[in-house]
């Protein structure tokens, strides 16, 4: 079956720091990836995604780049501000394996220091 | 421009109560969804919906009933409540683009506790 798997958290950086996050996966079919951003007591937030290898997604400074070779679509971000600290999710929809149910990961943290 | 509307915010339940979670959206989105998220856990699907009059079972079904009588509502049924179920909701909402039932909006989430 599909999964995504996320470094574990929390991430604490201090402001203008530089960000990553690595998100690796496995799929049965040809996988599109999405980026999630989650702020205290609210629903998650598209960020960004790719549909195809090489692909990069980017929104709002961050960006990452779908890594066949590697099955990842690691997270970056040049200068991180306080205003990032969310929890960030990856994921991965595979309709070409026939399945209509997205993956999710588990989450990382993200906490910025001013 | 509300988007993805969930009600109530939050809600305690007894075991073996049943209640509705009411999720509306105001795009005109044809695929729509429900999920429940648990500490230290990703998103789980536990129904979904491609359009009006058409649904369909995601990762954890059990427990929960759904409808899609129209295109703007898709409320989540909780049949005989039990602290299992004790999680954060949300309900989803997608254009397509491409990318089927994966969520492009979410509401703010629904905080049930089952005691």
């Known amino acids: 079956g599909n999964s995504v798997t996320q470094m574990e958290g929390p991430v604490t950086l201090s402001e203008e720091a530089f960000l990553t996050i690595n998100c690796t996966y496995t799929a049965t079919g040809y996988p599109s990836l999405f980026w999630y951003v989650q702020y205290p007591g609210e629903g998650l937030q598209l960020l960004l995604k790719a549909t195809k290898a090489d692909d990069k997604g980017s929104n709002k400074g961050f960006e990452a780049t779908y890594r066949k070779e590697t099955t990842s679509f690691h997270l970056e971000k040049g200068s991180v501000q306080v205003s990032d600290s969310a929890v960030y999710f990856c994921a991965l929809s595979d309709q070409g394996g026939g399945s209509y149910i997205p993956t999710f990961g588990r989450g990382t943290s993200l906490i910025v220091h001013p | 421009n509300a988007g993805v509307t969930q009600t109530p915010k939050f809600q305690v339940l007894k075991t073996g109560q049943s209640m509705t979670l009411q999720c509306a959206q105001d795009m005109n989105h044809e695929y729509m969804s429900w999920y429940r998220q648990d500490p230290g856990m990703g998103l789980r699907l536990i129904h979904y919906?491609?359009?009006?009059?058409?649904?369909d079972q995601g990762e954890v079904p059990n427990g929960y009933n759904v409808s899609r009588s129209t295109t703007e509502d898709f409320p989540l049924r909780l049949l005989s409540a039990a602290p299992s179920q004790t999680s954060v909701y949300f309900c989803?909402?997608?254009?397509?683009?491409?990318?089927?039932?994966?969520?492009?909006?979410f509401g703010d989430g629904t905080r049930l506790s089952i005691l």
């Open positions: 989803a909402s997608s254009d397509g683009d491409g990318f089927s039932n994966q969520p492009q909006h």
């Open positions: 919906s491609v359009g009006a009059g058409i649904t």
